[in-house]
């Protein structure tokens, strides 16, 4: 069974703090992507990543996907009170469209 | 272009009966699947379909069962609901089955009393 763990579970910090959470698998998976998800409303995608080792970076934020494609990770630098939300990663099986996801992390960010 | 629409947003049902939940994908996308989403579980897939036809199903008990219509519009049926059933359950719309980029729609929540 392929499992992300997710870490930290909980998250909560100033703005201009920066963060980093970490998703990590024992499975290769063929893509990895970032979602945020506000209270009541479904998860929007972030960025998707596809090969090891690469980096993407959108504004603030940077994600990493492991050189194995076992691993991701999302910082986030000086963080805003804007980028409260349920971060979640999320990886394709090779099962056609599943998906599996981590358990997300609760992010609050306190003007 | 449209989102992906999920009907009802919100939904309460008593024990013992049935549900069913709608999901127009994004137009042009062709697999739609199916998640749900508790504070214990987290997200978890149900199942997916692509062209009608179901190709993964998630592990989850016989009274959920799912469709896709020919216009790629999917519903998902929930029979003798429980308790436990209470969720955001949330579709994702993909142009393929192999597409990596899933977009999701707003969801429903099922309340089960």
């Known amino acids: 069974t392929q499992l992300l763990e997710q870490s930290p579970q909980f998250l909560s910090i100033q703005e201009g703090e920066n963060l980093t959470v970490y998703c990590n698998s024992s499975?290769?998976?063929?893509?990895l992507q970032w979602y945020r998800q506000e209270p009541g409303e479904g998860p929007v995608l972030l960025v998707t990543?596809?090969?090891?080792?690469e980096v993407k970076k959108l504004k603030r934020l940077t994600f990493q996907f492991g050189d194995a494609r076992k691993d991701s990770s999302l910082h986030i630098t000086a963080a805003q009170p804007g980028d409260t939300g349920l971060y979640l990663c999320?990886?394709?099986?090779?099962?056609?469209?599943?998906?599996?996801f981590g358990q997300g992390t609760e992010l609050s960010v306190k003007p | 272009k449209a989102g992906v629409t999920q009907t009802p947003r919100y939904l309460i049902k008593t024990r013992g009966q049935q549900v069913t939940l709608s999901c127009s994908p994004i137009?042009?996308?062709?697999?739609v699947s199916w998640y749900q989403q508790t504070p214990g579980q987290g997200l978890q897939f149900l199942f997916e379909?692509?062209?009608?036809?179901?190709?993964n199903k998630g592990n989850f008990p016989g009274r959920f069962s799912g469709r896709q219509f020919s216009n790629s519009r999917s519903e998902m049926n929930v029979s003798t609901l429980e308790l436990g059933d209470s969720a955001l359950y949330l579709c994702?719309?993909?142009?393929?089955?192999?597409?990596?980029?899933?977009?999701f729609g707003q969801g429903t929540r099922l309340t089960v009393v």
């Open positions: 379909y692509f062209s009608e036809t179901q190709r």
């Open positions: 994702a719309s993909r142009a393929t089955s192999g597409n990596t980029e899933a977009f």
């Open positions: 999320a990886g394709l099986t090779s099962e056609g469209g599943k998906l599996i």
């Open positions: 990543v596809v090969t090891g080792g």
């Open positions: 137009s042009g996308h062709r697999s």
């Open positions: 499975s290769v998976f063929s893509s």
